[in-house]
Protein backbone atom coordinates (compact mmCIF):
# COMPACT_ATOMS: atom_id res chain seq x y z
CA UNK A 1 0.00 0.00 0.00
CA UNK A 2 1.03 3.38 -0.94
CA UNK A 3 1.27 6.12 1.93
CA UNK A 4 0.52 9.31 0.77
CA UNK A 5 2.71 11.98 2.42
CA UNK A 6 0.65 14.27 5.26
CA UNK A 7 -0.24 16.67 3.20
CA UNK A 8 -1.86 14.88 0.69
CA UNK A 9 -3.67 13.32 3.02
CA UNK A 10 -5.04 16.17 4.39
CA UNK A 11 -6.17 17.28 1.22
CA UNK A 12 -7.60 13.76 0.12
CA UNK A 13 -9.92 14.12 3.58
CA UNK A 14 -11.53 17.28 2.80
CA UNK A 15 -14.38 17.83 0.34
CA UNK A 16 -13.97 18.94 -3.13
CA UNK A 17 -15.05 22.36 -4.66
CA UNK A 18 -18.39 22.12 -6.47
CA UNK A 19 -16.58 23.33 -9.61
CA UNK A 20 -12.88 22.57 -11.41
CA UNK A 21 -10.49 24.94 -12.41
CA UNK A 22 -9.16 24.22 -15.92
CA UNK A 23 -5.53 25.04 -16.14
CA UNK A 24 -4.12 25.95 -19.75
CA UNK A 25 -2.10 23.41 -21.02
CA UNK A 26 0.10 25.88 -22.47
CA UNK A 27 0.61 27.69 -18.91
CA UNK A 28 4.31 26.39 -17.95
CA UNK A 29 4.38 27.36 -14.51
CA UNK A 30 1.03 26.63 -13.53
CA UNK A 31 -0.21 26.87 -10.06
CA UNK A 32 -0.89 24.01 -8.09
CA UNK A 33 -3.59 24.79 -6.09
CA UNK A 34 -2.35 22.30 -3.18
CA UNK A 35 -3.34 24.71 -0.06
CA UNK A 36 -6.99 24.13 0.21
CA UNK A 37 -9.61 26.77 0.22
CA UNK A 38 -10.94 28.58 2.92
CA UNK A 39 -13.98 28.98 2.43
CA UNK A 40 -17.23 30.67 4.83
CA UNK A 41 -18.59 29.11 7.95
CA UNK A 42 -14.52 27.31 8.10
CA UNK A 43 -14.92 24.62 6.39
CA UNK A 44 -11.95 24.08 3.77
CA UNK A 45 -11.93 22.37 0.42
CA UNK A 46 -10.05 20.69 -1.91
CA UNK A 47 -9.71 22.92 -5.52
CA UNK A 48 -9.65 20.28 -8.26
CA UNK A 49 -8.22 20.95 -11.13
CA UNK A 50 -7.50 19.66 -14.94
CA UNK A 51 -5.57 20.49 -17.72
CA UNK A 52 -7.19 21.73 -20.93
CA UNK A 53 -6.70 24.35 -23.67
CA UNK A 54 -8.55 27.62 -23.21
CA UNK A 55 -9.41 29.87 -25.68
CA UNK A 56 -7.83 32.83 -23.85
CA UNK A 57 -6.29 32.81 -20.36
CA UNK A 58 -4.31 30.57 -18.18
CA UNK A 59 -7.27 29.71 -15.52
CA UNK A 60 -10.93 28.69 -16.00
CA UNK A 61 -14.02 26.80 -14.84
CA UNK A 62 -15.32 23.46 -16.58
CA UNK A 63 -17.86 24.51 -18.57
CA UNK A 64 -17.61 28.45 -18.72
CA UNK A 65 -14.41 28.74 -20.55
CA UNK A 66 -15.68 31.07 -22.49
CA UNK A 67 -17.00 33.18 -19.46
CA UNK A 68 -14.19 33.44 -16.83
CA UNK A 69 -10.65 33.51 -17.21
CA UNK A 70 -7.23 34.34 -15.22
CA UNK A 71 -4.41 35.29 -16.87
CA UNK A 72 -1.35 35.27 -15.10
CA UNK A 73 1.57 37.17 -15.76
CA UNK A 74 5.17 37.57 -13.67
CA UNK A 75 6.70 40.29 -14.31
CA UNK A 76 9.51 39.34 -16.72
CA UNK A 77 6.47 37.87 -18.76
CA UNK A 78 4.81 40.93 -18.86
CA UNK A 79 8.08 42.56 -20.03
CA UNK A 80 7.90 39.84 -23.14
CA UNK A 81 4.78 40.14 -24.12
CA UNK A 82 4.50 43.87 -24.20
CA UNK A 83 7.58 43.44 -26.25
CA UNK A 84 7.64 40.46 -28.65
CA UNK A 85 4.15 39.36 -28.06
CA UNK A 86 2.41 42.15 -27.97
CA UNK A 87 0.17 41.77 -31.10
CA UNK A 88 -0.76 38.60 -29.77
CA UNK A 89 -2.14 39.36 -26.32
CA UNK A 90 -3.78 42.48 -27.87
CA UNK A 91 -5.94 39.78 -29.23
CA UNK A 92 -6.52 37.76 -26.18
CA UNK A 93 -7.03 41.09 -24.22
CA UNK A 94 -9.85 41.61 -26.94
CA UNK A 95 -11.15 37.97 -26.65
CA UNK A 96 -11.58 38.48 -22.77
CA UNK A 97 -13.32 41.30 -23.32
CA UNK A 98 -15.82 39.82 -24.38
CA UNK A 99 -16.46 37.44 -21.09
CA UNK A 100 -18.63 38.03 -18.22
CA UNK A 101 -15.29 38.16 -16.27
CA UNK A 102 -12.16 38.61 -16.84
CA UNK A 103 -8.87 39.48 -15.28
CA UNK A 104 -5.23 39.79 -15.51
CA UNK A 105 -3.10 39.18 -12.48
CA UNK A 106 0.17 40.37 -12.26
CA UNK A 107 2.64 38.64 -9.79
CA UNK A 108 4.30 41.99 -9.01
CA UNK A 109 3.46 45.19 -7.18
CA UNK A 110 2.38 47.80 -9.53
CA UNK A 111 5.02 50.27 -8.15
CA UNK A 112 7.88 46.92 -8.91
CA UNK A 113 6.68 47.14 -12.73
CA UNK A 114 7.86 50.84 -12.86
CA UNK A 115 11.05 50.49 -10.50
CA UNK A 116 12.15 47.34 -10.74
CA UNK A 117 11.91 45.92 -15.05
CA UNK A 118 13.66 42.44 -15.91
CA UNK A 119 17.64 42.65 -16.08
CA UNK A 120 17.31 41.68 -19.63
CA UNK A 121 14.54 44.20 -21.04
CA UNK A 122 15.05 46.62 -23.27
CA UNK A 123 11.91 48.09 -22.32
CA UNK A 124 11.12 51.25 -20.83
CA UNK A 125 9.07 50.91 -17.61
CA UNK A 126 7.27 54.00 -18.47
CA UNK A 127 6.30 52.56 -21.82
CA UNK A 128 4.79 49.57 -20.22
CA UNK A 129 2.85 51.14 -17.31
CA UNK A 130 1.59 53.50 -20.75
CA UNK A 131 0.40 50.48 -22.25
CA UNK A 132 -1.49 48.72 -19.31
CA UNK A 133 -3.15 52.09 -18.59
CA UNK A 134 -4.45 52.00 -22.39
CA UNK A 135 -5.33 48.72 -22.18
CA UNK A 136 -7.35 49.24 -18.92
CA UNK A 137 -9.17 51.64 -20.66
CA UNK A 138 -9.88 50.09 -23.76
CA UNK A 139 -10.67 46.29 -22.46
CA UNK A 140 -12.58 47.77 -19.26
CA UNK A 141 -14.20 44.26 -18.51
CA UNK A 142 -10.62 42.91 -18.02
CA UNK A 143 -9.22 43.69 -14.67
CA UNK A 144 -5.96 44.15 -13.59
CA UNK A 145 -4.60 43.30 -10.61
CA UNK A 146 -1.16 43.67 -8.91
CA UNK A 147 -0.26 41.36 -6.60
CA UNK A 148 2.71 40.54 -4.39
CA UNK A 149 4.43 37.80 -6.24
CA UNK A 150 3.54 34.12 -7.04
CA UNK A 151 2.19 32.91 -4.15
CA UNK A 152 -0.58 35.37 -3.89
CA UNK A 153 -1.23 35.29 -7.25
CA UNK A 154 -2.15 31.91 -6.92
CA UNK A 155 -4.36 32.61 -3.69
CA UNK A 156 -6.53 35.60 -5.95
CA UNK A 157 -7.01 33.19 -8.85
CA UNK A 158 -8.62 30.84 -6.73
CA UNK A 159 -10.42 33.76 -5.11
CA UNK A 160 -11.59 34.96 -8.00
CA UNK A 161 -12.73 31.94 -9.71
CA UNK A 162 -14.57 30.71 -6.40
CA UNK A 163 -16.52 33.75 -6.37
CA UNK A 164 -17.68 33.78 -9.94
CA UNK A 165 -18.65 30.97 -9.53
CA UNK A 166 -20.63 31.42 -6.37
CA UNK A 167 -22.41 34.38 -8.36
CA UNK A 168 -23.16 32.20 -10.67
CA UNK A 169 -24.89 29.33 -9.14
CA UNK A 170 -26.36 31.58 -6.90
CA UNK A 171 -28.16 32.64 -9.99
CA UNK A 172 -29.38 29.16 -10.40
CA UNK A 173 -31.31 29.04 -7.33
Not at 46 to 75: H, I, M, N, W
Not at 129 to 140: N, P, V
Request: aromatic fraction near 10%; hydrophobic fraction near 40%.
Amino acid sequence: MNELPHAQLLTHSLAPTPYTVVIDTREQLHYGFAEPLKCPRGHKLCVQTTRGTLPSGDYSLLGFESCVAVERKSLADLYGTLGQGRARFARELGRLASYAFSCVVVEAEFSAVLGSPPARSKLNPRSVIASILAWQQRYIRTHWLFVPGRECGEAVTIRVLDRWWRDWAATQK
